[in-house]
Structure formats: structure tokens, C-alpha cells
């Protein structure tokens, strides 16, 4: 029994000293999705067709066992915007996305040149699993390009301070949208 602790105590020391090890970030280019943004390790990559029929594209790259960062878009069809103010469908995505969730922060962002506007906000929300409940926060920018929408995610398990680590304001700062 001993043995299969000190085993069990071995992995997970290894296993939260690789969530403190320097991770490297890299350029990483999506032509499809015509975006830019610094991430970790491999990216991962697929898409699904919600029920109403609209495509979502999903960009997934793990930095930590704690700490994970995502992109993902889809494109709207034109009647979805008509008569509608783009920062409107914002909240709706958002009220949608993180009903059961508590809201920490929230606030207008624009990048640098003021070509993009959205919101950016954090969440704490719950992971369940069996009969346990694990923290998750999660930092998001969210907005419009024409008729795309762009969801650039940070999501940690435990600890909200990561959501402000270099790492994640790297990956942040680092997205851009190409025409």
C-alpha cells in the first residue's frame, strides 16, 4: 500500500512541477481562420456544426495540467446582425455561455489601434466530477469581425491567479485578426 502511495505522490509531484516549468510560446497562424496568436505546445484542432446549423472552429493548446488557452470563431449569417447592436449579441453569447457561472470582472477592451472592440471578463465556474466539485476561472475576450465571431480563452483549474500570469497576458496581447 505504501508503495502506491509514495507512487501516487511521485507522479503528481512531477506532474505540478511541469505546471511551474517555463513553458515556450509560439507563433501559431490559422489562414482558415485568419487570426494570430502565441500559444503553447501542439494545437489541437476541430470543428462542429451546432443545431442550427452554424460552424464552430476550435484552436485547443494546454500550457499546464492547470492552465489551458483556446481560440475559437465561428460565422454568423447576416440576419442574425440586422437591427441588432453587435455589443447586444456580445451579452447574449456571454449570458448564454456562463449562466450558471459568477461573474468576477467585466470591461470594454479595444485593441491598440481601435480597429477591435469587444468585452473582456472573467468567470468562476465548477468542474463536477464524481461527488467532487474542482473551481475553474476563466478570462475571455469576445467580438466581432464583420459577421465572425472570435472567442480568445484562458481557462485554469484552482487558481484564478493564472489568469493574470506572463504566459496568459502573452497569449492575450499576442492575438491579432488578419484581413
Not at 470582472?105 to 461527488?131: M, N, Q, R
Not at 466539485?133 to 464583420?146: A, C, T, Y
Not at 489568469?163 to 492575438?175: G, P, R
Given at each position: ?125 465548477v468542474f463536477e466530477t464524481k461527488g467532487s466539485k474542482v473551481p475553474v476561472f476563466i478570462r475571455e475576450r469576445i467580438f466581432f469581425v464583420g459577421n465572425r465571431l472570435y472567442v480568445v480563452r484562458c481557462r485554469v483549474v484552482v487558481n484564478k491567479n493564472l489568469l493574470e500570469s506572463k504566459e ?12
Amino acid at each position: 500500500m505504501f508503495r502506491i502511495q509514495a507512487g501516487v505522490a511521485v507522479v503528481l509531484l512531477a506532474l505540478a512541477g511541469s505546471a511551474w516549468a517555463e513553458p515556450k510560446l509560439a507563433k501559431f497562424t490559422s489562414v482558415e481562420g485568419r487570426f494570430e496568436a502565441n500559444l503553447p505546445g501542439k494545437v489541437s484542432t476541430r470543428s462542429e456544426k451546432t443545431p442550427s446549423g452554424i460552424e464552430i472552429h476550435y484552436f485547443d493548446s494546454q500550457l499546464s495540467i492547470l492552465e489551458r488557452m483556446q481560440v475559437h470563431y465561428c460565422d454568423f449569417p447576416d440576419r442574425v446582425f440586422q437591427g441588432r447592436d453587435p455589443k447586444m449579441l456580445l451579452k447574449v453569447y456571454q449570458d448564454s455561455e456562463y449562466k450558471a457561472g459568477k461573474m468576477l470582472s467585466e470591461k470594454e477592451f479595444a485593441t491598440a489601434d481601435g480597429k477591435i472592440k469587444g468585452l473582456e471578463y472573467k468567470v468562476e465556474t465548477v468542474f463536477e466530477t464524481k461527488g467532487s466539485k474542482v473551481p475553474v476561472f476563466i478570462r475571455e475576450r469576445i467580438f466581432f469581425v464583420g459577421n465572425r465571431l472570435y472567442v480568445v480563452r484562458c481557462r485554469v483549474v484552482v487558481n484564478k491567479n493564472l489568469l493574470e500570469s506572463k504566459e496568459a497576458n502573452q497569449f492575450f496581447d499576442s492575438f491579432t485578426v488578419s484581413n
